[in-house]
């Protein structure tokens, strides 16, 4: 019997997991927590940071897992791997919950039938422009250095606390506070100095 | 080129990031630390064990509301849109078909002006005469001879005569003593039961007008009454006024006891109670579960007497509004108290006891 979340679950074949996901809820969650957990999460945070809150991310991993548990006789090894499964089940979840948090905001701003629509061609070169603009945000986000970097991302990528970045980083919250206003006005002159170049 | 404004900005940027650059967050930034994962398996736990209780939300097509995608969704809200249109185009037709089945009724019932009541007694009686069939299953007597509440307590009081809106009224006269005897009887002739089956619509004001049970066994108002509350239980609700207490505002707060009335009785298990007070404002509802139904009343303003009143606008899935509790605000309780039930269309009043 396979134990949860041992060492195994990294180095499983895709015909294990098929046996696995057929255990028990618990026994499942386990290995798929310690192995897609991280994925999970930032694929959600990925979709729902500006919008929703951390409990919102957590509902959505939750609801990820309980999907890839549910779905498990739809998981077949021969089609893919179950990083493809977990990862195409993730971002459809997130795609889902995005939607209902930010349904309401679209009511109330009578833009339901522009969002519904399909983008014009317009939109094409903003679309393009704002990928650029990620790669590059992206870019001067990782030339900060550690710590820095990390608090960036626990703070702007997965939306927590300053508190809750000071326990992932090892510091207080006051030297998190400093260090992450230092590293916005870092990343700023990075951007401006790409823009003048 | 966009810039950078705000702290909100940089989050909102900061998301919608390629699939590779996710991966390499997820990597080398992950949040999994213990309490993370304990309330993320909280709720996974709850969600499978929903699924294992097979309580899973289903769609119109019967599949996982949760597992269908935005494709799906799209077309399962096109296909509610039909049904939809479905349900309005029948419901128009019954509506026609409704319009046109009544005055098809009146064009008959014009025809057959000229014949008294009397003669259709007479010819319903000879037919089920003949027939030798139990008078209980001559059930469209009840209908015929219907009469609105208010015109039925005059002829129960006199006794004599029904009124039929628009037509000659029926005598009833030398039946007075053969209506006690059929209510207890088991055998009864023809002429005894179609007598009875008109006083029937006579002393039995808040029976039902489509009596089904068979003559030959004994007409109990009971089961007439449990008949009707399992076919309406609100229509059975009966209350107390409990207690009143003066506010500083020159109001009083009263309770009011609703509960289900069965065989005549009060059943004690479905009792609910409403408080009413100043504070709680004209239009504020109030909200009761009898019995599974759940009841709700609000105040509005009807006139100068009647300060208050709760009625009911929702009850249950049913949309049947049928109860009704008026309450003089400033006197208290036991000023203006009485229940209306409503039940096929006519309107029974019930005294309530008043303290």
Redesign the interface.
């Known amino acids: 019997m396979m134990k949860a979340g041992d060492a195994m679950t990294e180095t499983m074949t895709d015909t294990e997991w098929e046996e696995l996901l057929s255990s028990s809820?618990?026994t499942a969650?386990e290995a798929l927590?310690?192995s897609f957990?991280?994925?999970v999460?930032?694929?959600a945070?990925?979709?729902?940071?500006?919008v929703g809150c951390q409990a919102d991310i957590?509902?959505c991993?939750?609801?990820v897992?309980?999907?890839i548990?549910?779905?498990a006789g739809r998981f077949s090894g021969s089609c893919g791997s179950i990083k493809t499964f977990v990862?195409t089940i993730a971002r459809?979840?997130a795609?889902?919950c995005y939607?209902r948090l930010t349904r309401n905001s679209l009511r109330n701003e009578s833009i339901e039938d522009e969002a519904i629509l399909p983008p014009a061609y317009d939109d094409t070169e903003e679309d393009a422009?704002?990928?650029i603009?990620?790669?590059r945000?992206?870019a001067a986000?990782k030339s900060l250095g550690e710590p820095d970097t990390?608090i960036?991302?626990?703070?702007?990528?997965?939306?927590?606390s300053v508190s809750d970045t000071a326990v992932?980083v090892g510091m207080t919250p006051a030297a998190v506070q400093k260090r992450s206003v230092r590293a916005?006005a870092k990343?700023?002159n990075i951007?401006l100095r790409e823009?003048r170049e | 080129?966009?810039k950078?404004n705000n702290?909100?900005e940089?989050?909102?940027?900061?998301?919608?990031?390629?699939?590779s650059?996710?991966?390499e967050?997820?990597?080398r930034?992950?949040?999994?630390?213990e309490e993370?994962?304990r309330?993320?398996?909280?709720?996974?736990?709850?969600?499978?064990?929903n699924?294992?209780s097979s309580s899973k939300m289903q769609t119109i097509n019967g599949s996982?509301e949760?597992?269908v995608?935005?494709t799906d969704r799209i077309e399962q809200v096109k296909w509610r849109s039909w049904v939809r249109y479905a349900g309005a185009a029948a419901a128009f037709i019954i509506a026609v078909c409704g319009i046109g089945g009544v005055i098809a009724i009146s064009r008959n019932d014009l025809i057959s002006v000229p014949g008294s009541e009397s003669d259709i007694i007479t010819e319903q009686v000879q037919t089920e005469s003949t027939s030798q069939e139990p008078a209980a299953k001559q059930t469209t007597i009840p209908e015929v001879y219907y009469y609105p509440p208010e015109t039925d307590e005059n002829a129960d009081d006199s006794g004599e005569t029904l009124p039929e809106p628009g037509t000659e009224p029926v005598s009833v006269s030398n039946t007075t003593a053969e209506v006690t005897e059929a209510l207890t009887s088991t055998v009864t002739t023809a002429a005894e039961e179609t007598v009875t089956t008109a006083a029937e619509n006579v002393e039995n004001e808040l029976s039902e007008s489509d009596t089904t049970e068979p003559a030959d066994e004994p007409v109990k108002k009971e089961e007439t009454v449990r008949d009707r509350y399992d076919e309406d239980p609100v229509a059975f609700l009966t209350g107390n006024w409990l207690t009143k207490t003066s506010n500083d505002d020159d109001s009083y707060t009263a309770e009011y006891q609703i509960m289900p009335c069965t065989d005549g009785t009060a059943d004690i298990t479905g009792v609910a109670l409403i408080r009413l007070d100043a504070e709680s404002g004209i239009g504020k509802p109030f909200t009761a579960d009898i019995d599974g139904c759940g009841l709700v009343f609000r105040f509005i303003n009807e006139d100068e007497t009647i300060k208050a009143e709760i009625t009911s606008f929702s009850i249950s899935e049913s949309g049947t509004d049928s109860f009704e509790l008026m309450w003089d605000r400033d006197t208290g309780i036991g000023s203006t108290l009485f229940e209306r039930v409503t039940y096929d269309g006519y309107y029974d009043e019930l005294t309530v006891a008043e303290e």
Do not use: C, H
Request: glycine residues 6%.
């Open positions: 809820p618990k969650f927590y310690s957990g991280g994925l999460y930032a694929i945070a990925n979709k729902l940071s500006g957590e509902d991993v939750g609801d897992f309980a999907e548990f549910r779905s990862s459809r979840r795609i889902d939607r422009e704002e990928r603009m990620k790669q945000l992206w986000v990390s960036i991302v626990y703070q702007y990528f997965y939306g927590l992932k916005r990343m700023k951007l823009d | 080129m966009k950078m702290n909100d940089l989050r909102t940027r900061l998301t919608g990031l390629d699939d650059t996710v991966e967050i997820a990597e930034y992950p949040v999994t630390d993370t994962k309330r993320i398996m909280k709720r996974f736990l709850e969600k499978t064990e699924v294992d996982d949760d597992s995608s935005g």
